[in-house]
């Protein structure tokens, strides 16, 4: 299955996802989507790279903070599927991705 960013996005809630966490800055790559949060989130984390694994159909996830121009990586976690995006975003953040 070839990378789609639409379907990565709406397996995060689509633009309800945008909303609740306050995403921006979006940019999609060949193989990821990169976006910034501007709520307070755990661990003062704001910026967000999800890359997607083709040959397993599985996501990884970095969370980093961004403070001018120093970025520093908070964590990260591999092989998740993706009905557990939302799941795996809310626990590292401290963000609802949905009402």
Request: charged share 20%; net charge neutral.
């Amino acid at each position: 299955m070839a990378f789609d960013p639409h379907t990565l996005l709406s397996q995060l809630g689509g633009n309800k996802f945008i909303a609740m966490v306050w995403a921006c800055n979006l940019a999609a790559g060949e193989k990821e989507i990169t976006f910034s949060i501007w709520r307070w989130a755990t661990n003062g984390i704001n910026r967000i790279v999800i890359e997607y694994d083709e040959k397993n159909d599985l996501y990884t996830m970095k969370w980093y903070k961004l403070r001018g121009t120093d970025l520093k990586l908070i964590d990260s976690k591999e092989s998740i599927y993706a009905d557990y995006l939302q799941k795996t975003f809310t626990a590292m953040t401290g963000l609802n991705t949905s009402l």
